[in-house]
């Protein structure tokens, strides 16, 4: 015949259990609280329990001197559902319950108590358990207490306290943040003669101290290391905040140092040695704007990672994944950048009147504004349209003898713009185009 049950009881653990014979469907019991078998000095649960009836008056158990009450009397609800041979039934019991430490090993005869529900009056019956002696040794003895960030659900932070024994307290009582908390949750698992008790405690704080209250083991009692919350939100927002403004500060100092002699270097000259566009510390920050912002997430990122393990012991693998690649995509920008401050030289063999004639003829049908005539360079800047892909672009023409040096770049007086979209190719080919056109190239 199949026997099908689910019982479900508000505390899930190991129970043995000490109630009546009778058939009566109501009845008042005993019911101890334990993972393992009961041993001296550790802390167990008793719960008195009324079955389907609400009592109206307690007569409380008296302990004697082997049982020491560490905690209680508290409330106690519960209920059960069963399923046997097709037919459902259901249960509720109410009482009250108590962490006790049973003082030396032996059996040892728990105390009866009474309770009066309606006319009639229930009592618990004689309940013994044998309580074994402390053996832990205190050199294979290790427990760690860890707190974690949850990813998501109602609850921030998770603290679990694993030991290779079971605790003398059991449950392990936790101090978080002053609030003393039982275990959410509490499992056991034994493989190979070794054993783990694993309890869990959720709770919800921008900031922790956690401890253990009174951990022993055979009445022993054992130091686990507190743990501290190091950042609060608050504080995390902040040092994310401080790692941006420090990268930030480094950035500037180190575009100052970099560009401290292109920036008061005179265009022409520059360029005729260099063969690039010389950069002041904005045109910089224009110009390498997309490398500057991805070394920013990159640094952004990080320090997200580096706090989060620092404080909660959890390792954020997509941001420290994401602030890894950031940072050769940072360096192909620079790079793509930094070759568009390379000149293209144009062989004319046009005077100097002759090139200013041809490029003023070029700003007016396409444009341009011409910033600058000298005797050695032209600097001009378009203005495009609305629909333009681009803030526009800066042009500048070197001359040097039988050639001019020429560049185009988007316009670094306005914001960083990553792409060209053929706009500056265009305008070097046109400035050739009209250099070219009816001249006989020099070689």
Known sequence: MLHFCIWVFVLLAGVQVCASTTADSVYFHIKADTIREIRAGQVVE??????????????????????????GPKPHEGSSYAVINGVESKSHESGFRYLVQFRQSGEVELPSASVKAGNRTYTT?????????????????????????LAGGYKKYCATLTCNACPDQNPPLLSINGKTYRPTRKSFSSSNGKEEYVYEYFF??????????????????????????????ADFLIAIVVSGALFELVWWLASRRRYREEKDALLAEFVLEKKALPLTVSWAYTHYGVS??????????????GVTIYTDSMFMSAFFWFGIAFVPLAYLSYRNQRRKLDFQSI?????????YDRIYNLSVTYDWDVDH???????????????????????????????????????????????SFGYAKRNIQRIRDALTHGAAIRD
């Open 125 to 149: 019956p004689e309940c013994r358990v044998t309580v074994h002696p402390a053996v832990v040794d205190m050199n294979k003895l290790k427990c760690c207490l860890k707190v974690g960030r």
């Open 292 to 305: 500057h912002t991805l070394l920013l997430f990159s640094v952004l990122l990080l320090t997200m990672t």
């Open 347 to 355: 062989p004319t063999t046009l005077n100097e009147q002759a090139i």
């Open 204 to 233: 919800n704080d921008d900031s922790y101290e956690v401890s253990c209250e009174e951990l022993t083991f055979g009445g022993k009692p054992y130091s686990v290391k507190p743990k501290k919350g190091k950042l609060a939100g």
């Open 46 to 71: 008793l719960t008195y329990a009324l079955v389907n009836a609400q009592f109206d008056s307690v007569s409380s158990p008296v302990f004697n001197s082997s049982i020491e009450v560490i905690e």
């Open 373 to 419: 005539y000298g005797e050695d360079c032209i600097v001009a800047h378009t203005n495009p349209a609305i629909w333009h892909l681009t803030w526009g672009e800066q042009i500048f023409i070197v001359f040097d003898k039988g050639q001019v040096w020429v560049n185009s770049v988007n316009d670094l007086n306005k914001r960083t713009s990553p792409f």
